[in-house]
């Protein structure tokens, strides 16, 4: 049998890995995962794949790609290029690409960072990233009163880059209970064919 020409590597608490496994899964795509906690990511070996020693990294034969959106990308372009996943009409690409920016920012300063600090200590200022979190969390709730999807009327890149790390903001200490349109945007994620959840934390 062969093995799968793609690996990735990281650990199942993070939602940036989440993410990747999420479109790997649902665009079916066969695939080794390997786990990198924080003391292989600072091995040699590790580091020679991504010299930042961040997770996730995704390795598909000879191509490395590092961070969660460019993996994402990669994929869609490669082995689904004609998908609803990544438009190719600019007009609608643009609306899932602010999405992935978002979650490279607001996202992951705000539901993630807030999870970090409650989690695992992680530096910072946990009342700066639930200003964050809330903020984003009423922008979000907003935007999908009249919608089902984030970027367009079917899911794409833009939800599984946001879906982890909102679904986990209670473990960082923020209840969804306001949110409601936000609520059922996630039900509506964890429906789709191929989803896996993250693993639960403890609720503080």
């Known amino acids: 049998m062969n093995q799968p020409g ?5 650990t199942p608490a993070s939602g940036h890995t ?3 496994e999420l479109l790997l899964l649902m665009l079916e795509l066969p695939y080794v995962y390997s786990l990198a906690p924080q003391e292989i990511r600072c091995s040699e070996a590790f580091l020679q794949l991504n010299p ?12 490395v790609i590092c961070d969660s959106g460019a993996i994402m990308v990669y994929l869609v372009k490669k082995y689904a290029p004609d998908s609803h996943w990544l438009p190719e009409n600019p007009a609608l690409a643009h609306q899932v690409y602010r999405w992935l920016f978002l979650a490279a920012g607001e996202l992951r300063y705000g539901p993630a960072q807030a999870r970090g600090i409650t989690q695992w200590a992680w530096p910072g200022e946990k009342a700066d990233a639930l200003r964050i979190t809330h903020e984003l969390l009423r922008f979000m709730e907003q935007h999908l009163a009249h919608q ?15 879906y982890g790390y909102i679904a986990h903001a209670p473990e960082g200490g923020v209840t969804l209970e306001a949110y409601p349109h936000l609520r059922r945007w996630l039900n509506n994620i964890e429906t789709l064919p191929g989803f896996k959840p993250m693993p639960t934390l403890p609720v503080p």
Do not use: K, M, S
């Not at 089902?148 to 946001?162: M, V």
């Open 52 to 63: 930042l020693g961040q997770i996730p990294v995704l390795v598909d034969h000879e191509e």
């Open 148 to 162: 089902d999807f984030l970027a367009l009327n079917h899911p794409t890149l833009a939800d599984l880059a946001c």
């Open 18 to 20: 989440h993410r990747v």
């Open 6 to 10: 793609i690996t990735l590597y990281g």
